[in-house]
């Protein structure tokens, strides 16, 4: 029979006491993961009740500035309205741009309103298709703004822009070092930041709106001297229809959020070739202060899908915050 030295047995006491450390090392990781996954539920099931955004604004969590929606083209005040209700549990006031009587502000029996949601667009819709292109709007919406600073006695407030509302609330933003500044933080949500490859040039928008449009090119350019910077107060929230593909490494910088042409491409609605890296990640994690964004995610959904959508409304709580 095999004898056992001392320095064997020291051997053996060190491996067991050096497996069990594994062992309860990763029992606390596993336990750590389910702790996380189980906080994420929480979160996801949390973010689209009263109770969780009531509790997010009246905390330190948040900051209080005024948070304004902006909608995309051919939109109403309908399109946010799921969302703006939810978060200021009804508690909102609207602004609708009318050149003839100036702004409208429904305050809907509130006197002082921190979340609002407005319409860029006159009433009469078929002149805005005659006359209407983005730097009027990015105009519009600073006599709006200017308004809104005014109502509620702030000199900053919080832009959540859905598709083309986006490209207007950044261009609203690069009017003036004002402009600019009056924002504490912007969150873009299924904008074309590089335009879209079909649009129709005899409407003053969408040629706006085109990849190779003189509004794109120098919009882009003004604000990447700003990122180069270091500004991190941009979020973007991206989307891709994974209906459309059989899995994520089929994924392209064409892909859109409902398949089409027409759609926004993920590559444009996270610009500046980040695209590549969201879909490398987990979807629906974001990356903070990443080269370009201080927020950065990508969900699967429809474009219209994004107006009300977990994801999305996760990074309204980082908007929102300090």
């Given amino acids: 029979m095999k004898r056992y030295t001392a320095s064997t047995y020291n051997w053996t006491k060190q491996l067991s006491i050096i497996i069990g450390c594994i062992l309860i090392l990763s029992n606390q990781v596993k336990a750590s993961a389910d702790n996380m996954i189980k906080q994420n539920k929480n979160n996801n099931h949390n973010v689209q009740s009263h109770q969780f955004w009531n509790q997010h604004f009246n905390s330190n969590k948040s900051i209080n500035y005024p948070v304004i929606f902006i909608h995309g083209i051919n939109a109403t005040l309908a399109d946010w309205e799921q969302t703006v209700n939810l978060v200021s549990s009804a508690n909102y006031c609207t602004m609708s741009y009318q050149k003839e009587n100036k702004n409208w502000i429904d305050k809907r029996g509130n006197q002082h309103c921190n979340i609002w949601n407005i319409r860029y667009y006159e009433p009469n819709l078929v002149k805005e298709l005659l006359i209407g292109n983005l730097t009027r709007y990015a105009n519009r919406l600073k006599e709006m703004i200017t308004l809104i600073k005014q109502q509620t006695q702030q000199d900053k407030v919080i832009l959540i822009a859905h598709s083309m509302g986006g490209l ?6 690069n009017l003036d070092k004002e402009s600019w500044n009056s924002v504490h933080k912007i969150l873009t949500v299924g904008t074309p930041h590089k335009g879209v490859p079909i649009a129709p040039p005899i409407i003053n928008h969408w040629r706006d709106l085109h990849k190779n449009s003189k509004f794109i090119t ?9 990122l180069e910077s270091g500004y991190k107060q941009w979020g973007v929230v991206g989307a891709i229809n994974l209906k459309k593909y059989p899995s994520p490494k089929h994924i392209k910088a064409t892909s859109t959020d409902s398949g089409g042409p027409s759609y926004i ?27 370009h964004f201080g927020y950065r995610v990508y969900t699967n959904n429809h474009h219209d899908g994004l107006l009300f959508d977990k994801t999305v409304l996760q990074a309204i709580i980082w908007a929102t915050s300090p």
């Fill in 218 to 226: 120098s919009l882009n350019k003004a604000w990447k001297k700003q």
């Fill in 265 to 291: 491409q993920i590559s444009s609605s996270i610009p500046f070739g980040e695209w590549k890296e969201a879909i490398e990640n987990k979807i629906d994690i974001p990356t903070l202060n990443t080269t």
């Fill in 168 to 173: 207007v609330a950044r261009a609203y933003m």
